[in-house]
DNA sequence: ATACAAAGCTGCACTCGGTGCGAGAATATT
DNA sequence: AATATTCTCGCACCGAGTGCAGCTTTGTAT
């Protein structure tokens, strides 16, 4: 679940506090390798962008690469990661009680949903879906989030019984925000990406919900 | 949508004649490199198990064995593909008129549902938990799982305007059963697979059927 | 401040997956 | 039988990723 820059954090965690230079110039270094490589991704395409180019621009040797980063790929999926699903969670649990858990996580991705619209979000996505490979771990990242957002909403409603039904609304929800997403970067972003999430939530309410049997 | 073995198999679809030696031979060379891939998968690993391996258990070259399949992956998503949506397309249109969407689908995967209780699927599918990267790309199958299942649904309701929903009744449904097949393998094939497809979908249904708004 | 331990950085050599190319063998066509 | 097409293969090559060993930097104890 950690990922990366991981080995030594044991620490940091509990102390939090960043122990001195070392992790400082720590961090530093990883931020300065994802921007890098995001950027090169970006502008070469993925592909295209070598190990040794990203570790040139970052400024350390390709070896140390992989120190900070597990492989390529990880960079996406660090960006992908990052945030998410820590912001979906605290907004998930910052709704009011009274919701049944589909308009709690409804509400909660409507929270989100104006990050969306960033610079930096339709760019990567873009390289996301550029070959087959970070097409498929795009798709495991949603299954991260999947079990990330599941974890999140048996904390609030502790029922062990409700798991498995629990289970199903994190799959269902996060299912509808990438077809909502899908639609929206179809469409070119005229309408707003609220509207496409309204429009998912409420298509499987009517498609689910009419004859249960 | 292909994969592999097609670029000269325009003539044979066309035409449907295996014309002659050169086909045969062809189909059974990749039958044997994906049978030694499998079974080398299942009994040494994937990551332990090398092309050259592969190559020399099925009697070919390394270099050949790329004219058959793309990437060592594709050994398994060809396993993973083959037949199964072409099999749910078949049982989404046989079911009968006047059920809603969602019970079509539920019960063609029922009726497909005997299929995952052969030894092949569950070795298998072992295999494809074992590593990060194909847990990527087999949750990256259900994405084309998903994509072909919604085209069935649209050949069946061929109405534009039902396209979004039927897209989220594809998602949904492929996302109950992998949650249901994962339930499954988790209790250790006790109860039949069945029960849980069904528990799914009527998890589903309550879930987001119950007060829509 | 000095000495020592720990962690970080780097180059080297290596494995493995994957590709382009060209020659030669097998198959199909006339 | 001659020709064209396709299959197979070896070879050289590239990029991702790993293990190892040595060196430098940072942190800590004395």
Not at 72 to 88: H, N, P, T, V
Not at 158 to 178: F, K
Request: net charge positive; with cysteine.
């Amino acid at each position: 679940m950690c990922g990366i820059a991981c080995q030594n954090a044991g620490m940091d965690i509990v102390s939090s506090k960043p122990s001195g230079l070392r992790a400082r110039k720590r961090q530093e270094t990883l931020e300065r390798i994802a921007e890098t490589g995001l950027r090169l991704f970006s502008r070469n395409g993925y592909e295209a962008t070598t190990l040794d180019a990203i570790a040139e621009g970052a400024g350390i040797s390709r070896r140390t690469f992989f120190h900070y980063f597990k492989s390529k790929e990880e960079i996406l999926l660090d960006w992908q990661l990052r945030g998410f699903s820590a912001s979906l969670r605290k907004a998930v649990l910052a709704q009011p009680a009274g919701k049944v858990p589909v308009e709690v996580v409804r509400d909660a991705m409507l929270m989100l949903s104006v990050g969306f619209r960033t610079q930096e979000f339709i760019s990567i996505d873009r390289v996301l879906r550029s070959s087959e490979t970070l097409k498929a771990r795009k798709q495991a990242t949603y299954g991260l989030h999947e079990q990330a957002l599941y974890a999140t909403l048996m904390e609030r409603w502790p029922d062990p019984d409700r798991g498995a039904t629990l289970r199903l609304v994190a799959m269902a929800s996060l299912g509808a925000m990438r077809l909502a997403i899908e639609a929206w970067i179809q469409a070119g972003g005229d309408r707003p990406v609220d509207s496409f999430l309204h429009a998912a939530f409420d298509g499987l309410a009517s498609e689910f919900g009419k004859p249960s049997r």
